[in-house]
Structures are given as structure tokens and as C-alpha cells.
């Protein structure tokens, strides 16, 4: 075939099987040893011990490197090391034996463990080819490995002297690595003497071991160039179209679900090789150079972008190990609770804690340092909070010390299937399942112009006005018999020494504090809490009436699905009975929370014993069959994928067709640091910034037509997170929150009680102003009017401020 065409035939199907997103890897370059027992015609990495001022990096050192890497934004540790040096060189051999180590491998071994405990980054190891048990070893400290093939070709002059790049072993060592489930990296060297015929050997060679194993991660189509100090210095590079030709052909010969790398610091046009069918630029590292070739210094990330953006591609960060492996197959939201088929048990969570939604690496710019050092302060109101370690600088959800990046600021362009979907919505479409997933999925100028779209449907709706409600919450206990993985408000007799003193207020508590919302100006109180094992359904009915006895005109937006379902249950009343006698009492409104993720599968893990999917949608549909309406939340950021997502967008967008009874969509981030699935290494560190203004565009788009109102949670994201997403189609600032307990609880800084000032300091910037509003998205005329200072009596047996817990057993 004439190159052009094959580039086409490349191009098509690297756009079929990873569309318009081009990866790398932010990396740090680790040299451990320079040693090598090879002798390769090429290399100029391997130096003898005369020229080193030690034979290895020690562990001091080592930790130094990665140290600085994870500081400047890294995800991956690339150990670089030449192969069994202690088999050639005698200093090798006495520095492992001097230091406690039977062989580079295994010294590599511990190296990687330290780097993986002490800095978070996730180690890749290229120790070349090795014996099945020594990947084994390596298995349980680096979620992925890698060697070269280069060729197979056995009577290259240049790999005369290298017992190591026999062919033999290096098709061994890639069969091994297959049969333990390591995800690998392979490539082929172009230019070093070998044919046309060799380097197809070794492509069709690599895709038959990943036929049979699955374990190919990715493959390196890398350029030979001449180095001074080598025996081929004399001879020509490898000539550009013989190289565009061998990643053309790599691509049509590889399966396609195979990642194709070239490295963008050998090729003068880089951007050229987007156009022979690549998909990631491989690592690249902001604070050291490529010690394999270091008179080739990588391209700054701004220029890497700029040239993928110029083709019309979006440029995202990976983790050492790819998204397939992270989510292997269907998505796999007991990632962190079940045997996973590629990544060792001790490496779950470090590859979970860098991990977006996609299984891609966080994208927020920043330090991601493990956490660690947890301060316990007292939040008041019976909320504890840990504090997260203050090395990190990336943005994360309730933490208040570092601004989001720029989203909304920065260049607009979609193509592909992304630009497909947006044309489709302005056309007047209806998002599906697929098409959501497609959304959830942009980046770089594709979010741009996901937001764009949204904000123009928001103007469309509701203009340009940002609305805000008056409220005050009331957490009227935090004992709960409900085990939700998550949570880190509710108490028990095992969270005792972590999270504080169990309470329950007594009804009189809780009409002093709506008489005190009423003269503060509130409209609203919102009213959520554990679900008690001493409660009956009539407690939430007292509640009710306690308040209306009060401040009767008081808009009482309360009790969960969860709440509501069982107190008919404990009650043995239906649904539709038990919510007609709360609406009586006085309640106005049900909250959408309880709904987390309405996926079972996801509910599986993050809250087994509580209600499902299908009994949440129950009951806001009898809520509203009654003539109460609800909000739809969706708690994201924790173990979901995007499909979970749109499962959950769906199923509630189907309801609202029937009913009209949800008023506002809600995205609640997931706030990390206290959480317990978080410290007990079982979730992800809430979404990124980029996941979380996604999660309010696209569902003004998925509910256009259906739900006017997108609300961003301030408490969670902040203020100046929140006005970037008052750009990207939301158009409500929820409530002061006065009180807010639950997301403090789980670690959230960002302090409770805006005012209306505060809200205007948000708005008036983007050119829209604000207005206050009831529940339902009236305007507001006023608080309500305190009828009476005379409390309930405390006469019933749930009157009580303190509960002895030890009284209640395993209830609790």
C-alpha cells in the first residue's frame, strides 16, 4: 500500500477504537542502575561502574526522585535499569551483597514498594527479560511492567554481546507476564538493522501472545537515532517514512484494543505521528529527562497539548496501567471489594486513589500526596472532621485550600462523536444511555463545548437569573442503624473514638432551631438524620407537627426515601398512606437524597442493607402522586463509572416523564477524607473538577424539557468552583445551610451559612444577578412568621437528647 493510504487505514481504526482522546503519562524517571550486563550498539544508558559514583541509586535517593515527581503532578515512578549488571560487573554484584540483596530484580522489587507506599505514585518496571517467578515478585509492588521486544531477528550486529535481547527470552518473558495477568508494555525498535519482514515478526508476534493472554497494554513503535559513544554512531536514522510505514502497520496488525504509543521527543514534527494511527505520546516527565536518550528533552506539557489540539484531539493523563485494565470488561464497581483479574490486592488502592471515573489519571493540576496525617477537629453539632494532609494541591471536593483549574476559560471544540451528540441536542434530541456516557467523557475544549452547550439550554429555560433559598438544616440525630460505607456522619458504638458522641435532639431542640431559621430569615428547613433504631414512623409524623405548632408557614423539606420507606415499614402502612398523614402534619417536600447512585450493582457495595434503586423511585413517585414533590441527587466520585451515571439519569428521567414531581437536578461530589470506604482504602478521592462540572452540564442537557433547575452544591465544590459551573448550565446556588453537619462530617472545609451577599459576589461577575426563592421556585416574599414560643412537651419515649447506646444492642 502507498503510505497515505496505509495511514488512513491506521487512522480509522485508532479513531474506532479510542476516538478522539490521545493519552501520556506524567511521569518521573527513576535510573536505578546504569549497570548493564548488555552490550547494545544503540545505548548510551548503560555506562561502566568507572564513569558511576555509585553502582545503584540507594534507597534515600530513590525516594528523593519520586518524592519530586508526585510534588510536580506525577502518577508514575519509570524505574530505568539495565539488565542483571550484577552478573557482569563484580561492584554490582558486592553493592546488592554489601546492601542485603540477591539481585538487581529484587532490590528493584523493594524499591518499588517504597515508592508505591511512601509517595503514591505507581511504580512501572522495565527490568528487561525475566523469569516467571521474578514478574511475580514484581507483580505485587508495580501494577504494570514492561520490555521492549525491539526485534526478533536473532543476528543483528547490534545486539551482539546481549544475551538478553535473544529472542527467545524475550518472547518467554512476554508469555510469563501473559500467564500472571500483568498488564505489559512491549514495542519494537525501528532502524537498528532489521527488515520489513522482522518488524512484521514481531508485531504479528506480540499480537498472537495478546490473543491468547489479553495482557498487552500497550505497544512502542520507537525511532533508532545514532548516539556519539556508540558503535552506530555512524550509522543514518531511521528515515521518517520507513517509521510512519512501521506504526501504520503496527496498528493495522495489532488488535485494535491494543494502545499505540510514539514517543513525541525523537520525532522533530511530532504531531505528524497522530496521523499513522497512535493514541498516547507514552511518558512524559516535567523534572527529569528521558535517561535513555537525554540529548532528546521532552516536549512541555502546554506544547504537547497544544500540537495534539491542533489535530483535533484531546489530550488526557493515564495511570501506568490503562482504563481497560483498571475496569476491565463490564464496569466493575466492586473494584475495590473483589478479586481483581489484573492488579495485585496491595496495589488496589494506590492505582483507585489516582484513578478518575474512566480509570484514567486524575486530571486536576496539583500534587496528589498520600494521605496520611488526619487532624480530628470538632465541627459542632455533633459532626467530627478529619482533615486530609495538607501536602496534596489538587482540588477535591469539600476541600477548601486550592482553587479548580480554568475549565471554562480555555478553547471550545468538539469532533467525532462528542460533536455528534451536541449537534444532535441543539437539533432537539434526546440524549440516550450512550450518548450520556459519550458526554461524561470529554475533555480538554471538549468539555468546553459540552458546558457551552448546556449554558445555552440554561438560558433557554430560566434566563439568566441564579436563585438561592433561605434554609437552615436540622440533623436531628446521628445514630443510625443503616451501614453505608460512605458515611461519616452517622455514629455507632464502633465509631465512637473516631467520629465523636452520638446525639439525638429532642423535639423541643428541633423548634428551637426552626424558630431561630424563621428570625434569621429562612424559608426552609431541611430535615435529615440516621435512621434510629428506637424511631417508629410516628417519630417523623412529631416532627411534622412540632414544627407546623411553631412556624406553620415554614417550608419543612424532609426525610429521605430511606426514612419515609421505613417508617411506613415500621409502621405497616403503604407508602402512599404514610406520606399523605406526613403531608398533613405539615411536610412540604422530600429531599432526592438516599438515591447515591441508582445502579444496584454500585448500591451493592456502598450501601448493601439499604433501599434499592427501584424502592427509591417508589417512593418519590407516591410522594408525588400525592402532591409532594422531590429533587433528584446523585452522590458521584466514590467507585462508579460514567455508564452508572447514565443508568442513574435515565431511570430517574423516565419518572419524571410520568410524575413532573422532581423540581431541581443535584449533584452531590463525594467528599473523601473522613469517609470510611475512603480510609478503609475502598474508594476513589472523589471526582475530579473536570467530572464534577460535567456532572451538572450534562444533565441539563439528558433532562432538557423536563427539569429546569441545576443546582450546585457549594458546600461541596466552593465558591469559586461554583461560579465556573454557573457558566456550564447550572442556575441555583441551593441553600445557606445554616448548620450543615453531613458533608462537613466527611471532611468539606468550605464552612456553612453564605449569605445573600456572598451569593451575589458569585453571580454578579458572570453577569447574572440573583434572587432569592422558596422550595418550589416561587419568589420569596418574606419569612415565615413564628406562631408560637410555646414547645411541644417532651413526653414520649424518643424525647431524648442522649441515647444510651449500650442499651440497644445490635440494633446499632
Same mark, same amino acid.
Given at each position: ?52 559514583? /555509585? ?9 528523593? %526522585? $519520586? *518524592? @519530586?515527581? +508526585? =510534588?510536580? !503532578? ?120 532489521? /527488515? ?9 508476534? %506480540? $499480537? *498472537? @501472545?495478546? +490473543? =491468547?493472554? !489479553? ?134 488502592? @494506590? ?462
Amino acid at each position: 500500500m502507498p503510505l497515505g493510504q496505509l495511514a488512513e487505514g491506521a487512522a480509522e481504526v485508532r479513531d474506532r477504537a479510542f476516538g478522539t482522546r490521545v493519552t501520556y503519562s506524567p511521569k518521573v524517571f527513576i535510573p536505578l542502575t546504569m549497570l548493564c550486563r548488555d552490550k547494545c550498539g544503540y545505548c548510551t544508558f548503560a555506562q561502566p561502574p568507572a564513569r558511576l559514583d /555509585s553502582p545503584y541509586l540507594t534507597p534515600e535517593e530513590v525516594l528523593e %526522585i $519520586a *518524592a @519530586s515527581g +508526585a =510534588r510536580a !503532578g506525577c502518577h508514575e515512578a519509570l524505574f530505568t535499569l539495565g539488565e542483571r549488571p550484577e552478573l557482569r560487573y563484580p561492584a554490582a554484584a558486592e553493592w546488592l551483597a554489601e546492601h542485603g540483596w540477591d539481585s538487581t530484580v529484587h532490590y528493584l522489587v523493594e524499591m518499588c514498594r517504597l515508592v508505591r507506599d511512601e509517595t503514591g505514585l505507581l511504580p512501572h518496571a522495565n527490568p528487561g527479560a525475566m523469569t516467571s517467578g521474578e514478574l511475580a515478585a514484581l507483580r505485587e509492588v508495580s501494577p504494570s511492567q514492561g520490555m521492549m521486544i525491539e526485534s526478533l531477528n536473532p543476528h543483528l550486529d547490534c545486539h551482539r554481546g546481549s544475551p538478553d535481547k535473544e529472542p527467545a527470552r524475550r518472547l518467554a518473558t512476554l508469555e510469563a507476564a501473559g500467564e500472571l495477568a500483568i498488564p505489559y508494555t512491549t514495542g519494537i525498535l525501528v532502524g537498528i538493522g532489521e /527488515s520489513l519482514a522482522d518488524r512484521l515478526a514481531a508485531l504479528e508476534a %506480540i $499480537a *498472537a @501472545s495478546h +490473543a =491468547r493472554w !489479553g495482557h498487552i497494554q500497550e505497544v512502542i513503535v520507537q525511532n533508532f537515532l545514532p548516539k556519539a559513544g556508540t558503535s552506530m554512531h555512524n550509522m543514518p536514522p531511521c528515515p521518517p517514512d520507513e517509521y510512519a510505514q512501521a506504526i501504520a502497520l503496527a496498528r493495522l496488525i495489532l488488535p485494535a484494543d491494543i494502545h499505540l504509543q510514539a514517543p513525541p521527543n525523537l520525532t522533530e514534527e511530532f504531531g505528524g505521528l497522530l496521523d499513522v494511527g497512535i493514541d498516547d505520546w507514552g511518558g512524559v516527565s516535567p523534572i527529569t529527562a528521558d535517561h535513555v536518550n537525554p540529548e532528546r528533552p521532552w516536549p512541555a506539557l502546554d506544547r504537547l497539548r497544544e500540537v495534539t489540539e491542533a489535530r483535533g484531539f484531546t489530550l488526557a493523563p493515564r495511570l501506568t496501567i490503562y482504563p481497560e485494565f483498571v475496569y476491565p470488561g463490564d464496569a466493575r464497581p466492586e473494584f475495590a471489594a473483589e478479586p481483581h483479574p489484573w492488579i495485585a490486592d496491595d496495589n488496589r488502592f @494506590s492505582v483507585l486513589d489516582r484513578a478518575d471515573a474512566e480509570g484514567l489519571g486524575r486530571d486536576d493540576p496539583g500534587s496528589q500526596m498520600p494521605e496520611r496525617t488526619m487532624e480530628n477537629l470538632d465541627a459542632g453539632s455533633g459532626a467530627d472532621v478529619l482533615v486530609a494532609d495538607e501536602n496534596s494541591t489538587q482540588w477535591y471536593s469539600g476541600g477548601a485550600g486550592h482553587l479548580p483549574t480554568n475549565i471554562m476559560g480555555g478553547p471550545s471544540f468538539a469532533r467525532g462523536t462528542v460533536r455528534e451528540v451536541l449537534d444532535g441536542v441543539m437539533a432537539g434530541q434526546q440524549v440516550g444511555h450512550d450518548e450520556i456516557v459519550t458526554l461524561f467523557g470529554a475533555r480538554g475544549p471538549e468539555v468546553v463545548a459540552v458546558g457551552e452547550v448546556a449554558d445555552e439550554l440554561r438560558r433557554q429555560t430560566v434566563g439568566d437569573i441564579v436563585t438561592w433559598v433561605h434554609n437552615r438544616n436540622i440533623n436531628y440525630t446521628n445514630v443510625c442503624t443503616f451501614k453505608c460505607k460512605f458515611c461519616g456522619f452517622s455514629k455507632g458504638p464502633l465509631s465512637l473514638n473516631l467520629r465523636g458522641t452520638p446525639y439525638m435532639l429532642t423535639l423541643a431542640d428541633i423548634q428551637e432551631r426552626v424558630i431561630e431559621a424563621a428570625e434569621l430569615g429562612a424559608t426552609e428547613v431541611t430535615l435529615q438524620g440516621g435512621i434510629h433504631p428506637s424511631f417508629d414512623g410516628d417519630y417523623y409524623i412529631d416532627v411534622c407537627r412540632a414544627i407546623h405548632d411553631v412556624v406553620p408557614d415554614m417550608h419543612l423539606h424532609g426525610f429521605t426515601a430511606l426514612e419515609v420507606i421505613e417508617g411506613a415499614k415500621r409502621l405497616g402502612e403503604s407508602l402512599v398512606n404514610y406520606l399523605m398523614r406526613l403531608k398533613e402534619a405539615g411536610l412540604k417536600s422530600l429531599p432526592g437524597t438516599a438515591a447515591e447512585i441508582l445502579d444496584d450493582s454500585v448500591r451493592a457495595v456502598l450501601c448493601p442493607d439499604k433501599i434499592n434503586t427501584a424502592e427509591w423511585l417508589e417512593c418519590h413517585e407516591a410522594a408525588h402522586a400525592v402532591g409532594l414533590h422531590s429533587n433528584i441527587t446523585i452522590m458521584f466520585g466514590s467507585i462508579e463509572q460514567p455508564e452508572h451515571w447514565a443508568n442513574h439519569i435515565v431511570a430517574t428521567r423516565e419518572l419524571q416523564k410520568r410524575t413532573g414531581g422532581f423540581t431541581e437536578w443535584v449533584p452531590l461530589p463525594f467528599v473523601h477524607m473522613a469517609s470510611p470506604i475512603y480510609l478503609r482504602k475502598g474508594a476513589r478521592r472523589g471526582p475530579t473538577f473536570r467530572e464534577t462540572l460535567l456532572m451538572h452540564a450534562v444533565p441539563r442537557i439528558a433532562y432538557h424539557g423536563l427539569i429546569d433547575n441545576i443546582q450546585v452544591s457549594w458546600v461541596k465544590i466552593g465558591p469559586p468552583g461554583a461560579q465556573q459551573i454557573l457558566r456550564a448550565g447550572a442556575n441555583d446556588m441551593g441553600g445557606t445551610l445554616m448548620d450543615e453537619n453531613i458533608s462537613r462530617a466527611a471532611g468539606a472545609q468550605h464552612g456553612q451559612g453564605l449569605t445573600e451577599q456572598d451569593f451575589r459576589d458569585i453571580a454578579e461577575p458572570l453577569g447574572r444577578r440573583t434572587r432569592q426563592r422558596l422550595t418550589g421556585y416561587q419568589n420569596a416574599d418574606g419569612a415565615p412568621e413564628v406562631h408560637s414560643r410555646i414547645l411541644r412537651p417532651t413526653d414520649n419515649a424518643t424525647d431524648r437528647k442522649l441515647i444510651p447506646l449500650e442499651s440497644l444492642g445490635s440494633r446499632v
